[in-house]
C-alpha cells in the first residue's frame, strides 16, 4: 500500500514523508515558538525525584523523525522500564538499574507493560515487536509486523495488542507472539505521523483510534468490530484539508468517551445511550484529561483549552504557548500540567492560568501522571520523575 505520513511539528514545520523508497518533504513557512511570559509569584508544586539518562544503544535513528517519537516509560510498582531511541531497554527501582538489554533496531513505539509486571513489550522502527521477561529482560519472543508501530502496546491479559502506522491492528500471544487476530482500518492515502495507543474499554472491548477519523471498538477475544463512531471530518479536498487523524488515546470517565481529532472536532459520547453528547473544536493528537468538571486538550497550533465535559461549552483557552509543541495535558490534583518540545513542563491552574514551571532541559512529547507523580521521556532519552 502506497501511504503518505505527515508529521506534525509544530516549531520546524509540517514534514511529508512517503512510505517506501522515495522521501519527499514540504517546508512550509516556520512557525515561532512563543516566547514564555515571567510568573508573578509563581508556585512551587513539582519537585524532582529522579532523572536518569539511559545509554543512547547502538542502533541508528532517524533525527527527522526522533523529535516526534513519542517515547514514554511503562511504570512499575517500584520504578519504571524505559527504551531509549537507540535501542536500550533498562528497567529501574529506586534510582538503581535491575537490567538492561540492546534491542536490534531504534525503538518507535515505547513500553507496554501488563498489569502484573511479567511481561515488558515495545516496537522497532524495522516493524519488530520484541518481548522480554519484565523482571529480568531476557528475551520471551520477537515477531516482525509489515509495518512499525509509534506508540507502546496494550498488555492485556493473554494478549499484546499493537496499531502500526499503515492502519493495521494485531493481537499477539502474550507467551508465543503469534497472531490472534487481526484487523484493518481504512487507513487513507495521506495521515499524520502518530497512532493512538490502544485502550481497554472493559475486559472484552478494546478501543482504537486511527487515521480514518474514527474509534473503533474492537471485541478483545476475536478482533470483531462491535461499533464505530467518527470523530474527524474533512474540511476540503487536498491531501492536507482531507487529514482527520484519531491520534489521542481516548478518555473514558464513568460512562462518557472523549477524543478529538487532528481535523479538529472534539466529542463527547454516552455510551449508556450510545448518543452524541456535544461537539466542539479542538485540532488536536494527543491525550485529553479531566479536570473537575472540565474536558482540557491541547491543540496542535499550541493552545491549552478547556470545555465544559457535559455540553462541551468552551469554559477558558490558554494561548501563552502557541507553537511550542504541546504534549498531552495531564491532571495535578487540581491543577494541569503541560510539557512543550522546548523541554518546558507547565503547571496551571483551574482557570487556565500559568503559574509554575520546571525546565527538563529536552524536549517532551509525552506525560502520564501514575499516583502522585509525574512521568516523562525526553529527547535525549533522559526518563524524569517529579512528585506533587
Not at 7 to 36: F, N, Q, S
Not at 96 to 110: I, M, N, R, Y
Not at 299 to 328: C, H, M, P, Q
Amino acid at each position: 500500500m502506497y501511504q503518505t505520513f505527515i508529521k506534525t511539528a509544530l516549531v520546524a514545520g509540517l514534514a511529508m514523508a512517503m512510505a517506501g523508497c522515495d522521501t519527499k518533504t514540504i517546508k512550509p513557512t516556520e512557525r515561532k515558538a512563543a516566547k514564555l511570559a515571567a510568573i508573578e509569584a509563581p508556585m512551587n508544586v513539582l519537585s524532582q525525584v529522579s532523572s536518569v539518562r539511559l545509554d543512547s544503544g547502538k542502533a541508528k535513528t532517524n533525527k527527522k523523525t526522533q523529535s516526534t517519537s513519542e517515547l514514554q516509560p511503562a511504570v512499575t510498582a517500584t520504578g519504571w522500564i524505559a527504551a531509549s531511541r537507540g535501542g536500550v531497554l533498562a528497567a529501574f527501582a529506586g534510582g538503581a538499574k535491575l537490567w538492561q538489554v540492546q534491542l536490534a533496531d531504534s525503538v518507535t513505539g515505547g513500553v507496554g507493560l501488563d498489569s502484573a509486571e511479567t511481561l515488558a513489550v515495545v516496537g522497532l522502527r524495522s516493524g519488530q515487536i520484541v518481548a522480554v521477561d519484565a523482571k529480568t529482560g531476557v528475551q520471551r519472543w520477537t515477531v516482525n509486523l509489515p509495518s512499525a508501530s509509534l506508540s507502546p502496546a496494550l498488555v492485556i491479559a493473554d494478549k499484546t495488542v499493537v496499531s502500526t502506522n499503515n492502519g493495521m491492528v494485531y493481537a499477539l500471544d502474550n507467551q508465543t507472539g503469534k497472531t490472534i487476530w487481526q484487523y484493518a482500518t481504512q487507513a487513507p492515502n495521506t495521515s499524520v505521523r502518530g497512532i493512538a495507543k490502544p485502550l481497554a474499554l472493559d475486559a472484552g472491548t478494546i478501543l482504537i483510534g486511527g487515521a480514518d477519523g474514527r474509534i473503533h471498538a474492537l471485541d478483545a477475544a476475536t478482533g470483531t468490530p462491535v461499533w464505530a463512531r467518527r470523530i474527524g471530518l474533512a474540511m476540503g479536498t487536498s491531501e492536507l484539508a482531507k487529514l482527520r487523524d484519531v491520534d489521542g488515546t481516548p478518555i473514558v470517565v464513568g460512562n462518557h468517551l472523549y477524543a478529538s481529532s487532528y481535523s479538529g472536532q472534539l466529542m463527547g459520547f454516552d455510551m449508556t445511550t450510545g448518543r452524541t453528547m456535544f461537539s466542539s473544536t479542538l485540532p488536536s493528537t494527543t491525550k485529553l484529561t479531566v479536570v473537575s468538571n472540565a474536558i482540557i486538550g491541547s491543540s496542535v497550533n499550541g493552545e491549552l483549552v478547556a470545555f465544559d465535559r457535559i455540553t462541551g461549552a468552551k469554559l477558558w483557552d490558554n494561548n501563552e504557548l502557541k507553537y511550542r509543541g504541546l504534549s498531552n495535558p495531564v491532571s495535578l490534583g487540581q491543577y494541569i500540567a503541560v510539557a512543550d518540545k522546548q523541554g518546558v513542563v507547565h503547571i496551571l491552574n483551574a482557570q487556565g492560568k500559568i503559574i509554575s514551571r520546571v525546565d527538563a532541559k529536552s524536549g517532551l512529547t509525552n506525560l502520564q501522571v501514575v499516583q502522585n507523580r509525574l512521568y516523562a521521556q525526553s529527547v535525549n532519552d533522559t526518563v524524569h520523575v517529579w512528585q506533587f
